[in-house]
């Protein structure tokens, strides 16, 4: 091959493994902290309002001991692993249907920006940094999907947010005992 040709051949494949590889992954997800069961969280927390300078709550909050393994919800690439302030220690994966999987407030992470994590491997550990500073150690866990669902904006405080936030809990309960 010619080195243009090479380069849109290597292009396309990078095309390829961005738009198909998430399509293809499997949707269903597993609890991200070890041995935690559905009673770790508050099943009504998503959504919560008012919560803090987020105004509403994205997502929902595992609690656990400090230093329990943060596992991959699903498969998919670390396109950040670092430090934020509200967050902490932070993770964030794109998995499954372009969906991004947000993990914060980790003592401390173990993937690096750039890595493929598979479904079930570890992240990193429980702690409350970030904004949970003094507060009892617990993962904040979101999913946001990159596709807008429309349908699903309302007039709850930020809904058009809701187009893209989606509820952890109802994700988590449709794998759960399965
Ligand atoms: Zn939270």
Known sequence: MSH??????????LLFAALLLPLLLPGS???PVQNATPRDWNANSFWHYPWGVSGVHKGIDIFAPKGRPVLAAGSGL?????QISLGGNVVLVLGAKWRLHYYAHLQN????????????????????TGNAAGKPPHLHYSVASLLPYVWRRD????????????????????????
């Not at 920006?113 to 409350?128: A, H, K, R």
């Open 29 to 31: 997800l597993v609890i």
């Open 155 to 178: 007039n709850e405080p930020q809904g058009w947010r809701k187009m893209f936030y989606l509820n952890p809990h109802e994700l988590l309960m449709q794998s759960w005992g399965k």
């Open 78 to 82: 670390v396109v950040y692993s670092g």
């Open 4 to 13: 243009p040709a090479k380069r849109r051949y290597i292009v396309l494949l």
């Open 109 to 128: 992470a173990t993937v690096q920006t750039g890595q493929w994590v598979w479904q079930g491997s570890q992240l990193g550990f429980v702690g409350n």
